[in-house]
């Protein structure tokens, strides 16, 4: 069974040819832009994972910062 990627659907919506001579293995006319593009989309998502992680661990370490300060208001009143 052929898996079917949402880039195959994407290529489908917006050109049924297109789709079609891909899958048959004709090779586009335009590679150089293809691989332009390729290599943006590849550093758009090495940002987006970047910024993800960096959200993750500012988010850890205001956890971080809130446990710390109770514990040290815990420990003035006690």
């Known amino acids: 069974m052929?898996?079917?990627r949402s880039s195959d659907i994407g290529n489908y919506l917006y050109c049924r040819r297109a789709w079609w001579y891909k899958?048959?293995?004709v090779a586009s006319e335009n590679q150089a832009e293809m691989a332009t593009g390729s290599?943006?989309?590849r550093q758009h998502g090495r940002?987006?994972?970047a910024s993800t992680l960096a959200?993750?661990?500012g988010l850890i370490?205001?956890?971080l910062a809130l446990i710390l300060f109770v514990a040290y208001c815990t420990a003035?009143?006690?």
């Open 55 to 57: 959200r993750t661990m």
């Open 61 to 63: 370490l205001l956890a």
């Open 23 to 25: 899958k048959q293995g």
């Open 39 to 41: 290599e943006l989309h």
């Open 47 to 49: 940002k987006v994972l």
């Open 76 to 78: 003035q009143i006690l």
């Open 2 to 4: 052929a898996v079917v």
